[in-house]
């Protein structure tokens, strides 16, 4: 342990605003980065379920559905 | 093996490798970026000279590898693609930019913030500096340059032009440290030599680069996998899936 207290181990030696706020923009990147993988997979499989449902209630075999457009929520209502 | 790149080829025998791969990716980038962190932060002794604002290496130095390494993998990709025609290559392509572009911001902003106490400035215009804003404007080319077009084909295969085009910062970025060593320091890893670091400073750093390369694959299957769900969504496997992990 290179600290001897919790409060030295928080002022990193005077330069804590520093490494706390690089190591605190970095985790908050890497969590955002996974909590927007999650949500986005979670979106396109409820999506498709969506899709699904719909093509059973007007009797096709839902593949003429219309592919989800690569450019996101702009051409959805297509 | 042409058999066997055909198969890597298909989204839905990717999809299902991938699944199964995941979560060992997800575990390992855990592991390693926690045990990674606890001891560069708490356990790593001070550097003699800079103090404990040297633990900002801990993030700056593996999201910078990675900045560089997705911008690679993202021409690599674009190249598979514009031969073979390997969909799936663009796909991993498309997923992977975001997180390069994020990865390099926090390389600028963790070395911005470590410049402050240690040379006295946030920002100078060093080549290294200067060719790493570069690469994050090129991230942003290519972001925008897929969603500028209507046509996928055309998004794809622009995306895939302009990142074989600008995999030429790469050795730029890498060789910026030698050829104007103005402020940055030379590299503090080489594959010739051993580490002018002592084993407790630098294996934590080993440590958390192999934490954040796990994490980028971790990242790009699960996006890869999304991505798949998007482009294939009239396929009837992908129906099927849909329904059974409800």
């Excluded at chain 1, 979670?42 to 592919?67: M, T």
């Excluded at chain 2, 970026?33 to 593996?62: E, K, M, T």
């Excluded at chain 2, 215009?125 to 290519?142: C, E, H, K, P």
Aim: charged letters at 15%; proline letters at 4%; aromatic letters at 14%.
């Amino acid at each position: 342990m290179a600290f001897d207290s919790l409060s030295a181990f928080l002022a990193m030696g005077g330069h804590g605003v520093y490494v706390w706020a690089a190591w605190g923009v970095t985790g908050l990147l890497l969590v955002g980065v996974v909590i927007h993988a999650r949500a986005e997979r979670r979106a396109l499989l409820r999506d498709l379920r969506r899709r699904a449902r719909r093509a059973q209630y007007h009797g096709a075999s839902g593949a003429a559905a219309p592919p989800i457009s690569h450019q996101e929520g702009r051409a959805r209502e297509s | 093996m042409w058999a066997f790149i055909h198969k890597l080829g298909s989204p839905k025998w990717f999809y299902g490798i991938s699944a199964r791969l995941s979560p060992w990716f997800w575990a390992a980038a855990v592991v390693l970026i926690l045990v990674g962190s606890a001891w560069g932060l708490a356990f790593a002794p001070a550097d003699y000279q800079q103090g404990n604002s040297f633990r900002i290496i801990y993030v700056h130095v593996p999201a910078a590898f990675l900045a560089q390494s997705i911008f690679v993998s993202m021409a690599v990709a674009g190249f598979i693609f514009m031969v073979w025609k390997i969909k799936i290559a663009d796909m991993a392509a498309a997923m992977m930019a975001p997180l390069g572009a994020a990865m390099t911001f926090v390389a600028l902003f963790s070395g911005a913030v470590w410049g402050v106490p240690t040379w006295g400035t946030w920002w100078m215009w060093d080549a290294r500096l200067t060719s790493m804003l570069i690469l994050l404007f090129l991230y942003f080319g290519v972001i925008a340059l897929r969603g500028a077009f209507t046509s996928r084909d055309s998004a794809s295969r622009a995306a895939s032009v302009l990142a074989m085009v600008g995999v030429i910062n790469i050795p730029i970025i890498k060789y910026s440290v030698d050829w104007w060593y103005t402020l940055h320091q030379p590299a503090t890893f080489s594959v010739t030599s051993r580490p002018a670091m002592p084993l407790e400073m630098w294996a934590p750093l080993l440590i958390m680069v192999l934490g954040f390369y796990c994490f980028f694959i971790a990242v790009t299957l699960m996006r890869t996998r999304s991505e798949i769900l998007r482009r294939e969504a009239s396929k009837r496997w992908v129906r099927e899936l849909a329904e059974e992990v409800s």
